[in-house]
């Protein structure tokens, strides 16, 4: 799930410069991509989907709406 990023510009900027950096020192140090890290970490967001499907299938709707409404007054 996509949640939204509350965080000043700046510091997002800062994170995506830090990650360009440790890109460019994988590849300096000739570190190659692990295929098998990017399958392990799909399963893994896979499984947690399907945990947070079944989560809200078993919610009544009613109280759903109930806390949904509470909320907003």
């Known amino acids: 799930m996509v949640e939204r990023l509350d965080m000043?510009?700046?510091?997002i900027l800062?994170?995506?410069v830090a990650c360009m950096c440790l890109h460019n020192l994988c590849i300096i140090h000739g570190d190659s991509f692990g295929m098998e890290w990017?399958?392990?970490v799909e399963q893994t967001m896979q499984v947690e989907a399907n945990h947070f499907h079944r989560?809200?299938?078993?919610?009544?709707i009613f109280h759903?709406?109930?806390h949904v409404i509470k909320?907003?007054?």
Do not use: G, I
């Open 71 to 73: 909320k907003r007054c």
């Open 8 to 11: 000043p510009l700046q510091n």
């Open 55 to 60: 989560e809200f299938q078993h919610k009544d």
């Open 38 to 40: 990017a399958q392990e």
């Open 14 to 16: 800062n994170v995506v």
């Open 64 to 66: 759903l709406a109930k």
